[in-house]
Structures are given as structure tokens and as C-alpha cells.
T-cell receptor, first 112, second 111 residues
Framework: SQQGEEDPQALSIQEGENATMNCSYKTSINNLQWYRQNSGRGLVHLILIRSNEREKHSGRLRVTLDTSKKSSSLLITASRAADTASYFC????????????FGQGTTLQVKP | NAGVTQTPKFQVLKTGQSMTLQCAQDMNHEYMSWYRQDPGMGLRLIHY???????DQGEVPNGYNVSRSTTEDFPLRLLSAAPSQTSVYFC??????????FGEGSRLTVL
């Protein structure tokens, strides 16, 4: 089974609202990453948070990591229609930092 | 830099046919990987490589072969295609524990 589980599977909000997506994982990690995918395109990296970090910011993105609960969240503030996409978390295992295992993703729709 | 280049972008096969999906990167990354993406399943890791001459299995390796003879190239081979292999395939590369750089995908249909 996949390492990461994301919820919600789908999220629909109005422009200007905040969007929060959650990711849970099963085993110890070296880092956790978030990616974005526009329809029909490849994935693009958004942010990486290491296992010894609790929070990270990048522009309108805020990522938190709780290793005791094995969970992470991605917050997009003041969303825009252009944020409409699928968002995936990916985990790099502690013992094997080579491979990244992805969750099933959250599809975000931001209505203008 | 072109980044990660996948070919072909689209392919239709008949059951039992073989083919190779090509992947090349020009960033001198040691790590390369192949994923497949199916509706509602997210991305699942097929095979990965941490350097030339080294490959390992991911989550769903059955039905696929890989090799890594150079740092730049990481082809994915389907020896006998099955309808269950209809999917979108993504190649990705990275350096160390950093971010993955993805190709634009190859859409494969097996009839």
C-alpha cells in the first residue's frame, strides 16, 4: 500500500479562502515533500520539510510536520483560481532516502 | 537545460507487444525513477536507480524492466504489454535527498 494517505480527496473553495490539505504516512521519514500537478502535466516541486523541522513557509504556502503523529499539512493562503490543481505529498524513508513514495493526492478547485 | 525528457508522449499498443519508454536527463542527477499514474491511485513507483549500473524495484515492478547504463538515460521496458499497463508514465530524477524533477509524461494505451 502507498506510504502517504491524503485528505480530503477533493476540495472546492472560493478565491481568497485558505485551503488545507493533510497527509499521513506510516514509517519513519527523512523528509516529506509536496508537489503540484496541473491537469495533463508533470509534477512540480513546491516545498520540502525535513524530519527535524516542524514548519516551513514559501510564499503563500505553509507546511507543518508532526513526526509523532506521522502527519503533515499544506496550507495555501489567499487562494487564487490559478491554484486549481492536484497536490501530492511524498515521503523519503529514513533508511532509504533514494526513493520517494507518493500519496493519492488532493484535487483542489478554486472558484473565481 | 532541457531537464527530464520522455519519449514518446503518446503510444498505443496491442496486448503482447513490447516497447520501451525513453527517459533522459541533462542535470547529472544520480537518482532516476519511473512512476505510473492511474485515476484515483496517485503516483506509484515502478523502478528506481541510485546511479549507473544500479537499479531497484519500487511498489509495482511486475511487468516492467529497467537498466541504467549511463547517468543520463533510464529506459523502461514493457516486454509483453497488458491492458492493466494502460496508464500515464512519469520519469523523474533528483540529486541526493532533494526534490524530484519530472518529465511531462508518456500516455500509454494497451488494447
Amino acid at each position: 500500500s502507498q506510504q502517504g494517505e491524503e485528505d480530503p480527496q477533493a476540495l472546492s473553495i472560493q478565491e481568497g479562502e485558505n485551503a488545507t490539505m493533510n497527509c499521513s504516512y506510516k514509517t519513519s521519514i527523512n523528509n516529506l515533500q509536496w508537489y503540484r500537478q496541473n491537469s495533463g502535466r508533470g509534477l512540480v516541486h513546491l516545498i520540502l520539510i525535513r524530519s527535524n523541522e516542524r514548519e516551513k513557509h514559501s510564499g503563500r504556502l505553509r507546511v507543518t510536520l508532526d513526526t509523532s503523529k506521522k502527519s503533515s499539512s499544506l496550507l495555501i493562503t489567499a487562494s487564487r483560481a490559478a491554484d486549481t490543481a492536484s497536490y501530492f505529498c511524498a515521503t523519503a524513508f529514513s533508511g532509504n532516502t533514494g526513493k520517494l513514495i507518493f500519496g493519492q493526492g488532493t484535487t483542489l478547485q478554486v472558484k473565481p | 537545460n532541457a531537464g527530464v525528457t520522455q519519449t514518446p508522449k503518446f503510444q498505443v499498443l496491442k496486448t503482447g507487444q513490447s516497447m520501451t519508454l525513453q527517459c533522459a536527463q541533462d542535470m547529472n542527477h544520480e537518482y532516476m525513477s519511473w512512476y505510473r499514474q492511474d485515476p484515483g491511485m496517485g503516483l506509484r513507483l515502478i523502478h528506481y536507480s541510485v546511479g549507473a549500473g544500479i537499479t531497484d524495484q519500487g511498489e509495482v515492478p511486475n511487468g516492467y524492466n529497467v537498466s541504467r547504463s549511463t547517468t543520463e538515460d533510464f529506459p523502461l521496458r514493457l516486454l509483453s504489454a497488458a491492458p492493466s499497463q494502460t496508464s500515464v508514465y512519469f520519469c523523474a530524477s533528483k540529486e541526493g535527498v532533494g526534490e524530484l524533477f519530472f518529465g511531462e509524461g508518456s500516455r500509454l494505451t494497451v488494447l
